[in-house]
Antibody, heavy 121, light 108 residues
């Protein structure tokens, strides 16, 4: 069975760095795009970026370009989302999701359980 | 345009049929996928492609598309269908960035 298991909740201060993870299992990790979705409190879903672990091809939504870094370690089937300097506005739930394709249209059947990031002084 | 527009809120009487719509230019080129999200839970895929339901999704959920509009229809809405629903599609570069703002469905 496909599973995406995310790292636990984090509480950080503004200016601190952070790296959260998403470990895939039950499928060929290097053969599927995997990405990150932000959900701010009480708000909707926003794709942040995606990575293809097979060759590390990484793409960012224009809204998040330069704000975060997405990476993957295929040796341990894990994708990462990191910040170099957190802001209070980064407080949100973050989900990883595998991207599948049907007739060139994408969809995400498999999602991680979410990682809550709280940034507060 | 790289945006998808959804009605913020829709209500339906128990057992009746409700249609949730999603409008955007990208839907002329790509199918929408639809996600159900209940409070405190991760999104769940309910419809993808032309009209495909993942295993375990009741057949009262169906999808359709015409022009720049995609629709999610729930035929015989149940109390457990009360949730937020989001549509998603690809932008002109093929990236999955385009999410609708979500529709809050209330089952009366």
């Amino acid at each position: 069975e496909v599973q995406l298991v995310q790292s636990g909740a984090e509480v950080k201060k503004p200016g601190e760095s952070l790296k959260i993870s998403c470990k895939g299992s039950g499928y060929s990790f290097t053969s599927y795009w995997i990405g990150w979705v932000r959900q701010m409190p009480g708000k909707g879903l926003e794709w942040m970026g995606i990575i293809y672990p097979g060759d590390s091809d990484t793409r960012y939504s224009p809204s998040f370009q330069g704000q975060v870094t997405i990476s993957a370690d295929k040796s341990i089937s894990t994708a990462y989302l990191q910040w170099s300097s957190l802001k209070a506005s980064d407080t949100a739930m973050y989900y990883c999701a595998r991207q599948d394709y049907y007739d060139s249209s994408g969809y995400s059947l498999w999602w991680g359980q979410g990682t809550l990031v709280t940034v507060s002084s | 345009s790289s945006e998808l527009t959804q009605d913020p809120a829709v209500s339906v009487a128990l057992g009746q049929t409700v249609r949730i719509t999603c409008q955007g230019d990208s839907l002329r080129s790509y199918y929408a996928s639809w996600y159900q999200q209940k409070p405190g839970q991760a999104p769940v895929l309910v419809i993808y492609g032309k009209n495909n339901r993942p295993s375990g999704i009741p057949d009262r959920f169906s999808g359709s598309s015409s022009g720049n509009t995609a629709s999610l229809t729930i035929t015989g809405a149940q109390a457990e269908d009360e949730a937020d629903y989001y549509c998603n599609s690809r932008d002109s570069s093929g990236n999955p960035w385009v999410f609708g703002g979500g529709t809050k469905l209330t089952v009366l």
